[in-house]
């Protein structure tokens, strides 16, 4: 017997919104993956939305007296943005409970932060919501660090990066935020990526459908910190999934499933090799330990996706 | 008439419950805690509506707070000591957002050393935050405070979060007979919350606290902030008038004790303040003229009621119980501030630290202040701030520090 798949509005590329939503003419930089995966989710979402920002790049697209938003928005701190969220969702359902706004005035309330937040400053107050089992919907651009000051590392920077405060490239490991939001047992997680606009509005799409704390967490391929030319940004997302640096997933009752294999897998080098980032583990000589490290880390995961824990 | 004997703490609850607030982010903090507790076994028994949620943190509470405040819905917290520094950056955020929400700080000195016993660093950290002030001295003054603190922070005029502070230990803990305001006399007193200070609706859409670029935007808000803060003083007498109509209570935003023919006055504020009432009496027994002002607004400073209550005094001591390391005491800046250039002031203007961590201040010490500033209104020179500290207590300060000596010594000798 096989199981009903959900109905999705996007079966195909043609299906995705045609109208955009976020308006044009943000401080973003060029070939932005953070900007690209908001618009995207965005389109999806609708204005019945209040967005509720941390600190980082995204704080710049609503400058006084302008925003792209066509709903609401509210910012508050670098650290504590999901209780921001806990505080307007809270009221809004107190003022639906008696009566003092109707269904039709109320609003999804979703929080935007970049990686530093999300992984870093703003963990507990995340991990809070999240046990608190608060109905939000929580976007993160990741660009793997800290973007908006000049990119130094940040708690979602990867192996070999550099970084301004690693300039000689990071030694430490990108921690697990997908694993460390499905540890709570929420309603939702998934990864995505601006460059894989179906994969990501049907996530979006099936997120928004579920009540409880949910996560998209979108790849945010970024120029200026990952010193690449703009153009790029789109070829840089489709290698980080086909190369499986990036795996698509979503979590959901407590079974992850892999949205994306890739077969056969590119090799890692070819992701690498376009970011300035990594060039210094290409020349002046190549550094082969922490190349073939960063492949047997993404070998590993792999093989534990398809065969199962080894 | 309901009379009750509560504790400042349970004073706090009973004020934020007939205020109608009706959500409260949380965390727990001594010696706050009991606030919190109480709200939420009235809310978990029904006998009050509301909804209570613990957060992770003061700052995440004070986000809360403030995000639930500016979608309409009439807001009360408690923190105390760290837990508002650990807070900070909100208390600033929250008050530019120019919410209305009531948080109650339980005042606690500040580590380190971690203590639990109070003293008011803490809550004048917060005094440039953009948070008006209410400082009580009793249970009574605590329950009051938190209505009237509502009234002011919804005024459309203000529209800023209001913190109302109490003494932990102090009066947080101790059990005074309390008068209750009757319900059906504060719906008269407090409106409903006002329509206009509702943000977030679908068919409404609003950006808040949205970035500015330059210091042109960015000074616009923060004046528009300070305008508002002086407003404030406005609106506390029209409240206090109006409170003093419907409950009989009168507050001023200086509370005054026999100050009015007195030569010297004392300037204390919170409950230890009621120790330089007591002093007040038994100096006016030994023939000293001396009287005491106590602000209990302190944000916005009332200066100019200041300048009225400290006319031609021959002197005033301020006492503060606080210090900011390597300039003194804060209540004697801002005095000074309020004083200074200004017609008729007092010729003295004395400075003395006590209180801190919870710090006994006696009756001696009183009297010691009050000879001293005798003598200087007569020499016409003022003595030097003065760090009140007893011989007593450095001699057993010493005595831990020996047995710590020793302690320290055997430690090594079991090791070896």
Known sequence: ?310 | MTRLLLTGNAAAAWGARLAGAEYFPVFPITPQTEIIETLGRWIDHGEMDGRMVILDSEHSMITAAGAGAAAGVRTFTATSSQGLLYGMEMLYTVAGWRVPLVLVNVSRGLSAPITLEPDHNDILAARDSGCLILHAATCQETVDAVLLATRIAEDRRVRLPVIVNLDGFYLSFTREPVTLPEASLVSRFLPDIDPANYSFRADKPVSEAVAVLGGGPYSYFRYETHLAALAAQAVFDEAAGAFADIFGRTYGALQKYLSDDADIVFVQMGSFATKAQDAVDRLREAGVRAGLVRPFLVRPWPADALRQALKNKKAVIVIDQNLSMGMGGVLHSEVACALYGHNDIPDVLMSAIGGLGGRDIVYAEYAALAEEAMHAFASGTTPPPRLLYTENELREMRKLQAIAAVEGLEDKEDAS
């Open chain 1, 1 to 310: 017997m096989t199981a009903e798949k959900p109905e999705s509005r996007f079966e195909r590329l043609k299906d995705l919104p045609s109208a955009h939503l976020l308006g044009a003419g943000t401080a973003m930089c060029a070939g932005c993956g953070g900007l690209e995966a908001v618009k995207e989710v965005y389109d999806v979402l609708g204005k019945k939305t209040v967005f509720v920002n941390a600190a980082g790049c995204m704080t710049l697209t609503a400058i006084y007296p302008f925003t792209p938003f066509q709903g609401s928005w509210l910012y508050t701190s670098m650290a504590s943005a999901p209780a921001g969220a806990q505080g307007v969702r809270d009221a809004l359902d107190i003022l639906k409970a008696n009566g003092r706004i109707s269904d039709d005035e109320d609003l999804d309330v979703v929080v935007l932060t970049g990686d530093g937040a999300a992984y870093g400053m703003g963990l507990s107050a995340t991990s809070g919501a999240i046990e608190r089992d608060l109905d939000f919907l929580y976007l993160c651009y990741d660009n793997e660090g800290y973007g908006n000051t000049g990119q130094q590392t940040s708690g979602a920077t990867p192996l070999g990066a550099r970084t301004s405060t690693n300039t000689l490239g990071f030694t430490g490991k990108k921690k697990n935020l997908f694993d460390i939001w499905a540890a709570h047992d929420p309603a939702y997680v998934a990864t995505a990526i601006g460059s894989e606009p179906l994969d990501l509005a049907r996530k979006v799409e099936k997120a928004a459908g579920l009540t409880g704390p949910r996560l998209i967490l979108a790849l945010a391929p970024c120029p200026t910190g990952w010193d690449y030319d703009p153009r790029e940004t789109v070829a840089i997302g489709h290698l980080a999934v086909k190369t499986g640096i990036w795996p698509l997933k979503e979590y959901v009752d407590g079974k992850v499933t892999h949205t994306r294999i890739p077969h056969p897998r590119v090799p890692v080098e070819k992701y690498l090799k376009l970011q300035g980032r990594f060039r210094h583990l290409f020349e002046p000589e190549r550094n082969e330990a922490v190349l073939a490290k960063i492949q047997s880390r993404v070998d590993a995961y792999w093989a534990e996706v398809e065969n199962g824990p080894q």
